[in-house]
Nanobody, 124 residues
Framework: QVQLVESGGGLVQAGGSLRLSCVAS????????MGWFRQAPGKEREFVAT????????LYTDTVKGRFTISRDNAKNTVYLQMNSLKPEDTAVYYC?????????????????WGQGTQVTVSS
């Protein structure tokens, strides 16, 4: 299993930017598909982005395409989520996920390891 710690959340005005980081422990990081999910109050956890272990296969949910960028640095055991042009509807707790075991990279059920989450709040 992979242990994950997210950071970089905060309060930002609409149109602003934030960069989330997720540091993983465990030697399997470099071989693990990683994902970012988010959960707003009263809503289910939803897929945001995922990146393959080699960084060559990346998927985004439609609502963040062109605004968010996922990347990873395997030497630093870290995955990033650069978020630009933030909107109030991006407000949520953002979670990093690893230890992919399923078939659907967009499903939270496919990941066995989760971070504690970092709050992102976008004001209008």
């Amino acid at each position: 299993q992979v242990q994950l710690v997210e950071s970089g959340g905060g309060l930002v005005q609409a149109g602003g930017s934030l960069r989330l980081s997720c540091v993983a422990s465990g030697r399997t990081f470099a071989y693990s598909t990683m994902g970012w999910f988010r959960q707003a109050p009263g809503k289910e956890r939803e897929f945001v982005a995922t990146i393959s272990w080699g960084g060559t296969s990346i998927l985004y949910t439609d609502t963040v395409k062109g605004r968010f960028t996922i990347s990873r640095d395997n030497a630093k055991n870290t995955v990033y989520l650069q978020m630009n042009s933030l909107k109030p509807e991006d407000t949520a707790v953002y979670y990093c996920a690893a230890d992919f075991k399923g078939m659907d990279r967009k499903s939270p059920l496919s990941y066995n390891s989760w971070g504690q989450g970092t709050q992102v709040t976008v004001s209008s």
